[in-house]
């Protein structure tokens, strides 16, 4: 499941206990050595079904972790791409990364329930955040989200089917999901 570049168990455990920011700012350098990476095989998917929407104009990839979704942005928008995270770890894995040839691109470190943009993106994406917001923070995510799209703007978030019961995925994000719960209930880092 982890790749020998991954990490380990003890760093993905000191990773769980911290708050989400510091834990993926710790996890950052190895996080595309790990399953929760959005899969290139998604990423290729939306590309293309987005491919027959665009092309668009400005694009911006929300809570862009190491960038992946910047690629698929760079496919389909013309003129600039943005990647927005609150982890300076992963934008600093982000910003290493070879870029695609195509539109220029920009790193801003922000929180996604309050962007520093206005009106600017014609197309938004993001892959798999919205795991870490509060079912209550979801509407201000989304209208965040309509308030830095223009006018017809559109936006993307693929939804990946949950893996099968009983399969080593299935018992891994349980696992979490049970550690995650105990953490909150005994300590709820900020």
Do not use: I
């Amino acid at each position: 499941m982890f790749s020998p570049e991954g990490p380990t168990l003890r760093e993905l455990a000191v990773q769980a206990l911290s708050s989400v920011e510091h834990g993926y700012d710790l996890l950052a350098p190895k996080f595309d050595h790990t399953p929760y990476r959005t899969p290139d095989r998604v990423l290729d998917a939306v590309a293309s079904a987005l491919a027959d929407l665009g092309p668009f104009g400005a694009g911006l990839d929300l809570c862009c972790g190491t960038g992946a979704g910047v690629d698929v942005l760079s496919r389909v928008c013309r003129d600039r791409v943005t990647g927005v995270d609150f982890s300076a770890g992963m934008l600093a894995v982000a910003r290493q990364r070879a870029v695609p040839a195509g539109p220029a691109v920009s790193w801003v470190r922000a929180d996604a329930r309050a962007l520093p943009f206005g009106p600017a993106f014609d197309l938004v994406v993001s892959f798999g955040a919205f795991g870490h917001f509060l079912p209550r923070e979801l509407p201000g995510l989304f209208g965040q989200v309509r308030s830095v799209l223009r006018p017809g703007g559109c936006f993307a978030f693929p939804v990946v089917a949950p893996p099968r019961p009983g399969s080593l995925g299935y018992w891994t994000l349980l696992g979490f999901d049970a550690a995650m719960r105990v953490r909150n209930a005994l300590w709820r880092p900020p």
